[in-house]
């Protein structure tokens, strides 16, 4: 998947970097794909972080997408928030 999102924006001329990591969110180990947009001159477009892992058997996943830090800030503050159930 993480390839697959690489060449989708790559084959739309787009410049990006990206890093991957993982996050506890309410005990539980969330995988996360960072990806960074630049436009034509080299300026930030977009940042997209791609939470996942498995639920009770179902894949979850949660995406964030912004352009600015106080944006970013309301995203996370409601995202890591989030409670599960855990069975």
């Given amino acids: ?10 084959h739309q001329g787009l410049s990006l970097d990206t890093a991957s990591s993982t ?3 309410d005990g539980l180990d969330f995988e ?19 939470y996942s892992r498995y639920i009770n058997g179902f894949d979850f996943g949660v995406n964030l997408n912004y352009n600015n830090d106080r944006d970013k800030k ?3 503050d409601a995202w890591l ?3 599960f159930r855990k069975e």
């Fill in 32 to 50: 996360v794909f960072h990806i960074t947009l630049y436009g034509p001159q080299g300026e930030v477009i977009l940042y997209q972080d791609m």
């Fill in 23 to 25: 996050m506890v969110i």
């Fill in 1 to 10: 998947l993480k390839e697959m999102i690489y060449t989708t924006f790559e």
């Fill in 81 to 83: 928030g989030s409670k």
């Fill in 74 to 76: 309301d995203m996370m």
